[in-house]
């Protein structure tokens, strides 16, 4: 079945380094969703990119969806201690499903 | 407070037996969900449901059944089938299924085997 890949799978990045993930799909996506889990937590929906090279940006994440509309990506500038988490890739896809990546752990050493 | 009530928070599994997660919303949303979480492995989607007396199969549906009896509820059962239920277990629930709804998730329950 259609699945959608996300790199890295672990990043341990110091206090103020930028990060980024990344996603990508064999197929093209109707939207793109990005989530966020803290340790011991659940996913938290953060935000939803629909359109063909769409960027948003939340403070120090940005969030980009492919020209194609089969990538997406998440970076986050000057990392904190408050950003450790997981972070997923959710996309819609053709039959209407929402399809996760496999999830980027974030650690950061203060 | 709108949101989504899994129960228990921790659950022990005994061979053979049949144990039941709760997960309620009074969000109003129309589509429910379940997930398994394993380490390294993303959410993979055990069941949905997209109204009341209806649920569909997700890519791991073996060893698992659901019920939708009310709008509210969407209670997991872990059958003696699966072999391999030690995991954390994630309900969700969305306005409706479509893939530009985004989903709500509960605090989950862990599941381990006795």
């Known amino acids: 079945g259609q699945q959608v890949m996300q790199i890295p799978q672990y990043q341990h990045v110091q206090e103020g380094e930028d990060f980024t993930t990344y996603c990508n799909s064999s197929?093209?996506?109707?939207?793109i969703q990005w989530y966020k889990q803290r340790p011991g937590g659940h996913p938290v929906f953060l935000i939803q990119l629909v359109k063909s090279g769409e960027v948003k940006k939340q403070k120090r994440l940005t969030f980009q969806f492919g020209e194609a509309k089969k990538n997406s990506s998440l970076h986050i500038t000057a990392t904190q201690t408050t950003d450790v988490g997981t972070y997923f890739c959710a996309g819609g896809n053709q039959g209407g499903k929402l399809i996760f990546g496999q999830g980027t752990e974030l650690s950061v050493k203060p | 407070d709108g949101g989504i009530t899994q129960s228990p928070k921790y659950l022990f599994r005994k061979e053979g037996q049949n144990v039941t997660l709760s997960c309620e919303q009074n969000?109003?949303?129309?589509?429910m969900y379940w997930y398994r979480q394993d380490p390294g492995q993303g959410l993979r989607l055990i069941y949905y449901s997209q109204i009341v007396n209806d649920f569909q199969k997700g890519d791991i549906a073996e060893g698992y059944s659901v019920s939708r009896e009310k709008k509210e509820s969407f209670p997991l059962t872990v059958t003696s089938a699966q072999k391999n239920p030690t995991a954390f277990y994630l309900c969700?629930?969305?306005?409706?299924?479509?893939?530009?709804?985004?989903?709500?998730f509960g605090d989950g329950t862990r599941l381990s085997i006795l």
């Open positions: 969700a629930s969305s306005i409706t299924d479509l893939p530009n709804q985004p989903q709500h």
């Open positions: 197929t093209t996506l109707s939207n």
């Open positions: 969000l109003n949303h129309d589509a």
